[in-house]
């Protein structure tokens, strides 16, 4: 190993405590280069003294050598290089540093996956599940909430990849349930879902454009209902967890049903019309997604209802939970499923929405309705994520609240009532940032902002608003780095390009075999 003379002068950097008595009258006076230069031929020395090894015995020289790796390691990070450089120069020694490679190392590794503790919830379960509306939870994150939010995006995830590993359904025949690989061994699932769009394409579009194949569907695929079956898991989170999951945009007709965005009023509106409520609308295409049903598939109201009623019966006289979760359109028909439940479903225990980058829904009526059906709404959202602030009048819930707490407030209040676009947010807020991140780009792209494990990645690593990126993050980064390369940092990029060809031969699995994060 060489030393270069670019170095900082090292003897100002002696150990501290030492005294060293000399005869003032044998003292040389060395000037300061030729004292930097002695400095760093005896660290030259140190860093290339090896100890005779005998070939003979390969357990004698693996030992000899990781003590002199040791060594040299403990030698440099002793120096503290990093203090005495420009701050610049200082970050990017923190990040080349042994033990950053080392954590950057285990983050993209995907077979050593870590997560959160798994505390027992038993005593705390309803305020984990909003009976507070998360007070207190959110900043700084509890550990325990932290790890029920990613473990929900997870079987969003699961939801997104069995539908990628088959998205076609037959126009002729009842599809069959499907194989969901769960994340969470403790949950079974019970019900396939699908969404029926109540628009189709013309049938020159599939002459013009055969191979299109799925994307053109009316019915697909969307999701499922799953109940935890593991007494040890029911024991430790106090009750039996049924879980709906829903994935995001992903077909033709799906795109073309988030572009009906004029607001509708619901079927069942009998208990609004008294005067000063305001009527509770949703947006056409969400809705109609959400009440289509087709010859095939019943509408994803009718499936998730009925399978929640008849889970409610099974497991009668145990104390339920309903968590329902969403991803993008996911989000949107989550609040539509926890709305039904919570009005068609008779005694129906606790229900809670937990939504990654959701659009609005509907209006303020709509979110009065589910506040008085104590439906618990928590919205994950990304600063940088343009999905969250669409459809509607105002980009800035921020802004819109200003407006009514100002003389304006009469206005918009008449505009709810009159106005197709009055759209308003449900729920609890719950903030991330791109920007936070100290592997992404501050500038990523839209879909990265908008890709659901940057939302897992952003909230495993959230401490407070007030706080940078959490440094014992546990989520892996692989999957992360194979869907988003464009929007890491250059340097996590170059350096995860080695750390992962290493992995790749180390464990004998390509990287390319994880499943792939959705964007939509």
Known sequence: MQIGTTLPNLHLFQPKGVNFKCNAQTVKTISST????????????????????DSSNPVIEQSSNRSIE?????LLEGLNLANIWPDEMRKAAEDMSPRHLNRLKRLLSSKSIEYSPRNNLANRWREYHGSNNWLGLLDPLDENLRRELVRYGEFIQSAYHCFHSDPATSADEVPPERHVALPDRSYKVTKSLYATSSIGLPKWVDDVAPDLG?????????????????????????RRDIVIALRGT???????????????EQNDNDDDNDEGVVQSKVECGFLSLYKTGDHRVPSLAES??????????KYKGEPLSITVTGHSLGAALSLLVADDLSTCVPNAPPVAVFSFGGPRVGNRGFADRLNDNNVKVLRIVNNQDVITRVPGMFVSESLDKKLRESGAGRVLEMLDCRMPWAYSHVGTEFRVDTKMS????PNADVACCHDLEAYLHLVDGFTASNCPFRHNAKRSLVRLLNEQRSNF?????????????????????PTSSCLPSPSS
């Open 438 to 441: 100290p592997f992404l780009k």
């Open 214 to 238: 799925w994307m053109t569907q009316r019915s697909s695929w969307i999701g499922y209902v799953a109940v935890c079956d593991d007494r040890s898991e029911i024991q430790r989170m106090g």
């Open 489 to 509: 940092k250059r340097l996590y990029t170059s350096k995860g390009k080695d750390l992962t060809i290493n992995l790749d031969r180390e464990h004998n699995f």
């Open 304 to 313: 998730v209802v009925n399978e929640v009623q008849r889970l409610i019966e």
């Open 34 to 53: 030729e004292m930097t230069k002695k400095h760093i031929s005896n660290l030259e020395k140190l860093l290339q003294k090896t100890n005779p090894i």
């Open 70 to 74: 040791n060594r040299r390691k403990n």
């Open 250 to 264: 992903a077909t033709c007709l799906e795109w073309a049903e988030n572009f009906r965005d004029l607001l509708v």
